[in-house]
């Protein structure tokens, strides 16, 4: 889950992380006493937003309400933005970059910093970027000597550094997060260090331990949300073709083969590993109100029956009356139970992946 | 013979007298797995479908030698179940549990490392011998004995290739399904090791998708230490950047784990690249 | 370093490990008021105090005064008894055995537990002994179920058990101990699990890290002491003769020598890689205040140059007028130089070991 | 060939400003060692005895390809030190420094397992292969190349022997001062089995002491994996229980660790024991 910057920079500040003066507001009337100038910023997960006018400067509660005004409701990259964080504006000397991050390879932290803040940090050449891994007994102050040696600091800027490190590393672990980032990481002009931007993905599988962040969830769309209650998993994607599955796995190998054959996915919705008819009707809803011109249906069963399935896929139809054309394809454990129900609800199951995928293509006016 | 699970391989299930546990538990004993026993907390002295059931891992591997695990506890004891496992002196732990926080999964694959025990997964299907046994979820009907070695980081996708290679006269030695985490016990590499030495394995299908760089290291490692003949499948081409595709590790972040990437690491190795998952079988017969 | 069980008993407490009511007095006229009946505890660091009357009971102040006169200054195994825990007697329903300590093997963290607490866990058989690694991570739960699995525990003890165990492991890790030890750990008749006895032990190396347990080196001679301040390995023996030696192998080896050749070694002494003239003269002068019947110097220079010592030697012989006799055997870096520097002190340096040995053993009176 | 230190070693000094690392590294370097550069935070850019010193061993390896590293920091920055050297990829850390606290130990060695490092130490002398270089602190003149591979848990007694070894015309291929500290890097058992692999190596001399149980585990894998004759001396025969004998790892606890356990099981092994320190080159050219 990914936190706003608003939330990021609350939780580095409980952390004892310095983060710039600053308040949130959602309405521009909630914007009250200014006594410095602010940047007023968009409050969106999409990155990209200064481009997109999503960052503004004010000097006075009048100009900051007016920039808000402006800026709440502004979509950024298909994303409404709700909130705006009035920040004071940093004397900056010199835009650092940090971050904490999990590595596959090495099944590890890997911290990544860089002299060079303020940009993408894909747009910076490799050789001017620190990657190394933190111990698995935590923070160890070679890696502070590794920081200065790669940004440059002096001293002082250098114990400030390996202070911020140490709590940013104890609020990775102790958060169970995915990225802890600060870009820029501001020095300023007075020699102060400052998270000036900060975004943190929380680990979805561990929120069972953090109920705080549950309040967060608003980067999740309503189907989104509805999809997470059932356990669903549900992309959003581009095209008009709607795709239920079963396995992740699965699921991108027909969105693949969609796309060989002119097709576009417009939702993506993996069924896991059940044998519950009830989530397979709950999958079909979600997959109705997300209005797809097509829905293709491909089952691999397993563990999953694909008689299972068929009776979800009926109990939906009848039930919700679902109007959009299904195109099904069933292989795998009682296939052909499962192709004499749908058959009973008017939809011919074939067990050929590809010839199915080009009657939805197809079916779906592409 | 196989990797992984072979004749000597004699198993136990964590968390044997939940749903899942207790139909797979049957499901694996079915495939000629040697299930000697199960553990939970609680319930040591009672049985399953005839299996005894032990309050300790320990207590189960003193009482039947066991020397392997298949683990279904829920998440959040998953870490402690795979931390009693290694400490109870067992070399194979599967996890098929799903949604196990990245932090428990970095220390329990560590823990296991340090004391030499392999981990598979988690969130993975396990692993399958025909002829010998299964540790896992995999569906046994798809398989034949024969001499393909296939490791992939999906589920379903595999038992679709799977049952594509049997319907096409091949038969595995032994299917590894890795997990689609970022954070797994073994990785493409170890397994590719295991099936390179092993004498019946005369190819091998690796089932790849999106997200980090699996692929291209187990690429690099292919063309340095793999003298079989590699076949895979990419799940993913046409995958968006910065969406999650279903499984935690399946995502293109930071222009890295594109498939694009993944294939042409892949080809550059001698690896023969499936355009569609059903082509794999035809592949083979060509590279027959 | 180890630690009196009322220290240790302190610590614990500071933990949240319950301990029995008590206090601690060296003199009689310091124990106040006792509405309880009490066990008068001698406090000294050798096992078996009670098989050594250390251990007596009272049940009034008077009593207690009078139990304490008898037990404070008395010599157990060697060491003299300075103060007494007065403790609440416990009613005691079962006695258990708990501690962590550190394994070589495996390079961790080992807890052991026992059913049959209350005995040297020597004599209980290994089968009734649960010894398992703590996972580097930390205390796990699956602890727990072993520990009930090997002690029988019902589900209240066993839920004290965890919260003992995790708080032990936490005390072990931070306070770094070499062993923690609970023997017995008593469940009283009303279900409560107390630590009747503890033993820790510090890890002297990280003793720099725990500034608070200087006050505690009681268990120190007054010339270990001394010893420790010069950074000089020094162990009291039961011998004769006066062992000093370069490196902790050698000087066990010379040891060895002198015990094959009928000899006893009374003190040993290692100078470790010293190339300082001043630590060997230190050397000497703790030796001469040991006051063995002879002095066995066997150096093997390497580091530590022949010169050097035999310098040290030098000064230590004329400023301190040692009148014990000396043997020595110098081989190795600079061994003519050495040889020339003692002969001028009248003290003829051979390089054979084993004649020089039995030289020592002759001069030792053995 | 040689173990451990041979023609391909290039090393740098953690802490090669400080007294013994300055001196140790110029020994080193007569030694023929290729000591290619020292670390020494804040000196960076600075030389010693014409050795670059750099600030960190990130630095160092990009900068001079070093793989090994000899360690003389103070006790209290020792595991950052190895921690920083297992990060930059080197391979073989030696510490000499001792005093390090055993939690400190533990996570370092641990640290450099999982990522494929062999540490020798802490508390130890190093490792010293003649004709090719040594990293440590062991004198250089008792040495001469030979067919002899020595594992020690001393120093001086360890120099003593080598020293008894060269004047009776023997000489060594590597030996290996593995420390006296209850917590160490490589035991034993790990020494022997990488010069039981080397070809020059044709007999073995082990000098153990009491404390512990490495002894008696590397007289198990004797027993099953050596198959050159091993020769050991056994320090502490005379010491009593519960005394710590100067090395922190040299104490009979609770009845283990004695000398006779270690002397019996490396009999029984066929390992031929020597009665005195100074016996063992007789030990040898009876056995020759």
């Known amino acids: 889950m990914k936190l706003f910057e608003y939330r990021a920079k609350q939780l580095m500040a409980e952390y004892g992380i310095p983060v710039p003066r600053g308040a949130v507001a959602s309405r521009p009337e909630e914007i009250a006493s200014i006594d410095y100038p602010v940047a007023v910023k968009a409050q969106v997960l999409a990155g990209g937003r200064g481009k997109a006018g999503g960052i503004k400067f004010a000097d006075n509660v009048a100009e900051a309400r007016s920039r808000a005004a402006e800026i709440i409701g502004m979509t950024i990259k298909g994303e409404k933005t709700k909130s705006v964080l009035l920040e004071e504006r940093l004397d900056v000397a010199r835009e650092l970059y940090l971050s904490l991050t999990i590595d596959r390879g090495s099944r590890s932290i890997v911290l990544m910093a860089s002299g060079d803040g303020g940009v993408e940090i894909e747009s910076v050449p490799e050789e001017r970027i620190l990657i190394v891994s933190v111990p698995l007994f935590g923070y160890s102050p070679f890696l502070t000597k590794l920081l200065k040696s790669r940004m440059g600091t002096d001293a002082a800027v250098t114990q400030q550094l390996e202070d911020l490190a140490l709590k940013l590393y104890k609020l990775f672990i102790s958060e169970d997060c995915e990225l802890a980032e600060i870009n820029p990481l501001v020095i300023t002009r007075d020699g102060r260090l400052i998270a000036a931007d900060a975004k943190i993905t929380i680990n979805d599988d561990a929120l069972f331990r953090h109920a705080e962040f549950s309040r967060d969830a608003d980067d999740l769309t309503p189907l989104e949300q509805r999809a997470k209650a059932e356990d669903i998993a549900f992309v959003q994607l581009e095209g008009n073709i709607g795709v239920i599955a079963n396995g992740a796995g699965l699921t991108m190998a027909t969105l693949d083969i969609l796309t060989i054959n002119g097709g576009r996915a417009g939702v993506f919705l993996d069924l896991g590993g059940t044998d519950d008819p009830e989530k397979v009707t709950a999958a079909f809803n979600l997959m109705k109100d997300a209005k797809p011109a097509v829905i293709f249906l491909n089952i691999f069963g397993g563990i999953t029956k694909c008689d299972t399935v068929a009776l979800g896929v009926k109990a939906a139809v009848q039930e919700s009356s679902i109007k959009i054309p299904i195109v099904a394809r069933i292989r795998g454990v009682n296939d052909d139970l499962a192709r004499d129900i749908l058959k009973d609800i008017g939809i011919e199951a074939t067990s050929d992946l590809i010839s199915a995928a080009k009657k939805a293509v197809a079916a779906g006016g592409n | ?288």
Chains 1, 3 share one sequence.
Not at chain 2, 61 to 68: L, R
Not at chain 2, 162 to 168: H, I
Not at chain 2, 278 to 283: I, M, N, S, Y
């Open chain 2, 1 to 288: 013979m196989a990797v992984l699970v072979d004749g000597g391989t004699k198993v136990i299930v964590q968390g044997i007298t939940g749903h899942q546990g207790q139909f797979h538990a049957r499901s694996m004993r079915e495939f000629g797995t040697r299930v000697v026993g199960g553990v939970t907390p609680g319930k040591g002295g009672s049985a399953v479908d005839g299996i005894p059931v032990f309050d300790t891992v320990l207590d189960a591997v003193s009482s039947t030698g066991a020397n392997a695990t298949c683990i279904f506890v829920p998440a959040r004891f998953a870490k402690d179940a795979v931390f009693e496992a290694v400490s109870a002196g067992l070399k194979l732990i599967v996890v098929i549990t799903e949604h196990i926080p990245f932090l428990d999964a970095m220390q329990f694959t560590t823990y296991a490392k340090l004391n030499g025990a392999t981990v598979i997964g988690p969130n993975c299907p396990g692993v399958s011998s025909p002829g010998y046994g299964k540790i896992g979820i995999m569906p046994s009907k798809i398989f034949a004995r024969g001499d393909v070695g296939v490791i992939s980081r999906s589920g379903t996708l595999t038992y679709e290739i799977v049952n594509a290679l049997t319907e096409s006269g091949f038969g595995e030695t032994t299917c590894v399904g890795i997990g689609g985490d970022p954070i797994i016990g073994s990785n493409f590499v170890e397994i590719l090791s295991l099936l390179e030495a092993d004498a019946e394995t005369k190819r091998i299908v690796m089932v790849g998708e999106i997200g980090g760089t699996a692929e291209e290291e187990a690429a690099t490692f292919i063309s340095r230490h793999v003298s079989k003949p590699v076949y895979a499948y990419i799940a993913g081409r046409s995958a968006p950047p910065g969406k999650r595709m279903g499984h935690a590790g399946a995502i293109i972040n930071r222009g890295k784990g594109t498939a694009e990437s993944k294939i042409e690491s892949l080809e550059k190795a001698g690896v023969k690249v499936a355009v569609l998952p059903t082509d794999v079988p035809g592949l083979m017969k060509k590279g027959r």
